[in-house]
């Protein structure tokens, strides 16, 4: 009888065993390769932002978050409930492409017309049908007020009521994030602004054609542009006093500074070192003018949330996000009746929601850790990170509440990875347990292989920072199991054939086993920082702690 009871007991114990093992889940191949499978179709058409296509892949997401268990965190409804939608408010705006006109105007009033799309690009307006300006030029080197770095090219210059003529990017004296925030054209923007200018021209460098090459710029002729409307109904972010935007060719830059004497180089040079701007003299005004379609449309962010087991610590949440939409369909000059136009955006970002909803799923069954997991699935990246930058400054719980952010942004899984990426990893302490859980499964963190890319500052994680909440970027790094560099060969000929282009689709030879791979490393990393007692902070003494540190 003690034999047979006893035997019970170890019987008991072993079934408990196998599923105490079982109740913590796995990443599971058909369910991953279904979420792909299912965003990067063509009956989404590409998931723009304020599509129908996109809002089926919102529906979606939220669906799965349901499913597994994850709770919503969206906006409240009119019965007191939550839902998983965030819905935003957008202006969209589409430059009518028959309509663009940039003149130089001489004191006599004659004109040189230059050529739309060989000379230069114009923004449409997100407050006017119709926008017509005529104004001086004013040179204000990089048009940057860093004083950190000693740098105000605004210093002693009246540009009010002016147009302000500037180079692209930053003085190579600027340490690499810094230069990225600081060359923006969000923040470039608000500082002309506030000085009083009412348009900008920006110069293209032979730096930035490394980076961006002009003609690149014709592939997303007749894409909307995008913002979000305040309470007001006015766009978010954007001041009507800057009425132009007019980006110039590498050429034609060349060819407006040489009316003022003075030689492209020379100017690059004189920024690098700090100098002050030139005071050029053009001797002409600019005339601009273009119309633009406007159109108020909704797109909403996915928000749930897997709470936290600690009472205290579960009113912290560790943020898994990705962005949703992609660009669409493809409208640039040149297709043809036949030509494939669908942006599914497999890779970008198919792939990375893809992770998101397996992280969830995996959280939301297995033991919780002590602060809280949300997952968010944004809108509107593709058109300048503005439905993270929505919910950065509209969060849906408290933002004081937000302790990190880990962005899936494009994860490129054609290669079988063995490093990781994880861009601002030094700015924080969320680099502690995000080594320990890079280096549990064996792989390797790489540096930030592409600088001058100013990825950091690119990606919506960058919204969070703002707002000062610690983040990183985590992608596939640059080396294969099989191979040193086969994940940068991999990555250079994704970006050169297939990024924002048709052929990011699931024609792609996506390895489904290092998809699995990278989603336990997002859940190894997330529970390491959810089950740190210390919250994450800004390394004292860097540029985002000194700026952002304290939110905005």
Known sequence: MLRAVLLSILLLSATLSATQVAAEPKPDLKAYRAHVEFLADDLLEGRETGSRGYDIAAK??????????????????????????QV??????????ASPLFELVDAQGGRERWTFAEDYFVSSSLFKPEETLTAPLVYVGHGIIAPRFGIDDYANLDVQGKIVVMLTGAPTSLPGEEAA??????????????????????????????????????????????????????????????????????????????????????????????????????????????????KDVTSSNVVAVIPGSDPVLKGEYVVFMGHLDHIGLATAPGLKPG??????????????????????????????PKRSIMLLAVTGEEKGLIGSDYFAMFPTVERKQLAAVINLDMPILLFDFRDVIAFG???????????????????????DPWPNQRIFTRSDQYSFVKQG???????????????????????????????????????????????????????????????????PTWRPGNFFADTFGKGT
């Open 181 to 294: 925030h600081y060359s923006s054209g969000l923040m470039k923007r608000e500082t002309a602004q506030v000085r009083g200018a009412v348009g900008i021209v920006s110069l293209q460098t032979p730096a930035s054609e490394m980076v961006f090459p002009f003609a690149l710029g014709k592939q997303y002729l007749g894409t909307a542009r995008f913002a979000w409307l305040d309470k007001a109904g006015k766009p978010g972010r954007f001041d009507p006093r800057i009425t132009q935007g007019v980006s110039l060719s590498l050429k034609a830059a060349e060819r407006l500074v040489a009316k003022a004497g003075a030689r492209l180089a020379d100017l690059v040079a004189a920024a690098n070192d700090k100098k002050p701007p030139a005071r050029l003299d053009f001797g002409v005004s600019a005339h601009v003018a273009h119309k633009s379609v406007l």
């Open 339 to 368: 030509d494939d136009k669908i942006n599914n955006g497999a890779i970008d970002n198919a792939t990375g929601i893809a992770t998101l909803l397996e992280t969830a799923r995996i959280f939301a069954g297995g033991e919780k």
């Open 469 to 535: 909440v610690p983040s990183i970027f985590l992608t596939l790094g640059i080396h294969s199991v099989q191979k040193d560099g086969e994940g940068q060969t991999v990555f250079n000929t994704f970006m050169q054939k297939y990024y924002h282009r048709p052929g990011d689709d699931l024609s792609l030879p996506i390895r489904w086993d290092a998809a699995l791979r990278f989603v336990q490393l997002n859940v190894d990393i997330g529970r390491e920082i959810a089950n740190t007692p210390e919250r």
């Open 425 to 447: 990893i030094e700015q924080s302490t969320m680099d502690v347990p995000t080594r320990r859980a890079v280096e549990k499964r064996g792989l390797t963190l790489t540096p």
């Open 88 to 97: 935003i408010p957008f202006r969209s705006s589409t430059l009518d492409l």
């Open 60 to 85: 979606y997401v939220a669906s799965q978050f349901a499913l597994n268990g994850a709770l919503p965190m969206g906006d409240v409804k009119k019965d007191g409930q939550r839902d998983y939608l």
